[in-house]
């Protein structure tokens, strides 16, 4: 076992980095489209109903277990098991995560190499290289290849780098220039004819599909990936917090962070879909559905951008740039799932573990690069429509059934001494035993239903 584990340093670097984990491309990109999809307010005002009442709890869970077992999932399970069969299901558990965890971050990592490629076209058309811009914003296999590895060698650089260094410095690097990118892009934004169209899309409810089971199963699904859940980043975050810190306090500040700029990132893209309507680029689809997947991001936008002419390298840079360093503060903690991992149990230095780990994440990213169309949606499918909601279900088995009440309750008397007459204490140890697990047994259903 590895003898001296990372902490965080202090408590805004555990907030920072457990809501860098938090805020990825699921936010800037998977949010909107879905609200947009799904009848905007309507799918808002849902999803922050369900960020907050279904996946805090399991949040709290995740981070509970992790702080106190100080350690990767597999090994936290296990101790906070006393059966044998338990123990061996809390294992068994642990590498369904890891597994998940890895293979999240390789089709991840191809989408954020994406962006990257987009952040240097501008650079590459500015400096008269026309063919390299054409190649960077092409579909190839060349392209997808080396900018997921670049972009997961990035990654590896900050986890090999350990979790004060690495996580933590870059995380307190990384967050506030994403939010000040995020700020100025919606100034510039609201200021574009058209844009008003799409906030009222946005922001008035269309109340007719707020009981569409549709529209609260993506919505769980997208609060479930938003906060990183089921997987063990969030456990193995918590497991680098000091004893001192009010938990239920530091879940509440992550969950909010999370919506506030997964709601912000809204404000940005919807408008900015009406932008480029009034501008004469089509946003809806053949189905009259408005664009959403990568044809938004990857034709829509940058069309719109185009058509700024020099205002538009500078917005296409800063938009880019936002995704790609929302996607390295999330990719991080997928990546320090197994390296915990590795290093725990296998007593690997962090050095070797980290760009061992990559480079096996880099192969399967290759793997799915080269079978692309029958394997891309399919690991996104299996990892966040069933693997994630699975996962959490299993943590918040384990965490009131399988361990005990008590073990609970002293772990989160440090850092919050009067916790058991607070309001968290009376309503959470139960409605994680019987609601959480109910509630994401439906929406498990629910997702197989509607394939
Ligand atoms: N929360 C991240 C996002 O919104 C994705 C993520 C999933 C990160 C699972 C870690 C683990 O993009």
């Not at 489209?33 to 922050?48: D, K, Q, R, S």
């Not at 699904?221 to 680098?240: E, K, N, P, R």
């Not at 740039?321 to 962090?350: D, G, K």
Request: overall charge neutral; aromatic content about 12%.
């Amino acid at each position: 076992m590895a003898s001296t584990r990372g902490q965080f340093s202090s408590k805004s670097g555990f907030i920072l980095a457990a809501s860098g984990s938090a805020v990825g491309l699921g936010n800037i990109w998977g949010f909107p489209t879905n609200a947009a999809e799904n009848g905007g307010g309507a799918f808002v005002l849902i999803y922050f109903v369900l960020a907050f009442c279904l996946a805090y709890p399991a949040l709290m869970a995740e981070l509970i277990i992790g702080r106190h077992a100080k350690s990767n999932m597999a090994n936290a399970l296990q101790k906070i098991s006393n059966g044998k069969i338990s123990k061996n299901i809390g294992r068994l558990t642990g590498f369904y995560a890891i597994t998940t965890a890895t293979l999240i971050l390789s089709f991840y990592g191809i989408v954020a190499g994406w962006m990257l490629a987009y952040l240097l076209e501008p650079l590459s058309t500015t400096v008269g290289l026309t063919s390299t811009s054409t190649w960077l914003t092409e579909f190839s296999r060349s392209r997808n290849l080396l900018f997921s590895g670049l972009f997961i060698a990035l990654t590896t650089i900050v986890i090999r780098a350990g979790v004060e260094q690495g996580i933590e410095k870059w995380s307190c690097r990384l967050m506030p220039s994403m939010l000040a990118l995020m700020m100025a892009l919606i100034i510039y934004v609201m200021l574009q004819e058209g844009a008003l169209e799409g906030l009222k899309l946005y922001l008035i409810p269309d109340f007719n599909q707020i009981s569409d089971p549709k529209l609260i199963a993506s919505a769980l699904g997208q609060a479930f990936f938003s906060l990183s859940l089921g997987v063990g980043t969030m456990l193995i975050y918590g497991s680098y917090l000091s004893p001192n810190e009010n938990l239920t306090t530091m879940g509440a500040i992550v969950t909010l962070v999370d919506s506030s700029i997964a709601f912000l990132a809204g404000l940005l893209v919807i408008p900015a879909i009406f932008v480029a309507q009034q501008k004469g680029l089509t946003i809806y689809n053949e189905t009259g559905h408005l664009m959403a997947g990568p044809d938004l991001i990857f034709q829509t936008l940058p069309s719109l951008f185009q058509g700024m002419e020099a205002a538009g390298l500078v917005i296409s840079l800063v938009f880019f740039s936002l995704m790609t360093i929302a996607a390295l503060t999330s990719s991080i903690s997928m990546l320090e799932v197994p390296v915990s991992y590795a290093i725990e149990n296998h007593n690997l230095h962090r050095h070797k573990a980290a760009w061992l780990i990559g480079t096996i994440t880099f192969v399967i990213s290759s793997f799915i690069i080269m079978n692309f169309d029958p394997l891309f949606g399919l690991v996104i499918t299996l990892t966040t429509e069933y693997s994630q909601p699975l996962l959490g279900f299993m943590m918040c088995i384990f965490a009131t059934w399988v361990w005990h009440r008590d073990q609970i309750l002293s772990e989160i008397r440090n850092g919050h001494p009067r916790i058991e007459v607070s309001l968290f204490w009376k309503v959470w140890p139960g409605y994680v035993r019987y609601c959480c697990p109910l509630l994401i047994l439906i929406m498990l259903a629910q997702t197989i239903i509607n394939h």
